[in-house]
Nanobody, 126 residues
């Protein structure tokens, strides 16, 4: 059983930066697939970035490549999402998700993940 808690969301101007944190407890997530998803009002939950279960490969949604970076600190059992060059269309609730057994082709599918945090609101506005 794994618990996930996201922090770091807030209000930021276009072009600004935020760093989100996903702190895990209960089990180490070192060997889990770990991902960030986001959901805006009236829209489907969408994939943003992830570590595969192998831990050495990262994946990103095309629209965030070059702006967002996923990273981790295994000693703290925490995964981060550094977001730079934020745009209005990045506004959403951001969720951390983890799963110990999903296969590579399911990394971008929110229905494949068993463990979720409560979400943190990111608002990009002038």
């Amino acid at each position: 059983q794994v618990q996930l808690v996201e922090t770091g969301g807030g209000l930021v101007q276009p072009g600004g930066s935020l760093r989100l944190s996903c702190a895990a407890s209960g089990r180490t997530i070192r060997r889990y697939a770990v991902a960030w998803f986001r959901q805006a009002p009236g829209k489907e939950r969408e994939f943003v970035a992830a570590f595969t279960r192998g831990g050495s490969t990262t994946l990103y949604k095309d629209s965030v490549k070059g702006r967002f970076t996923i990273s981790r600190d295994n000693d703290k059992n925490t995964v981060y999402l550094q977001m730079n060059g934020l745009k209005a269309e990045d506004t959403a609730v951001y969720y951390c998700a983890a799963d110990p057994t999903l296969i590579y082709r399911d990394v971008g599918r929110h229905t494949a993940y068993d463990y979720w945090g409560q979400g943190t609101q990111v608002t990009v506005s002038s």
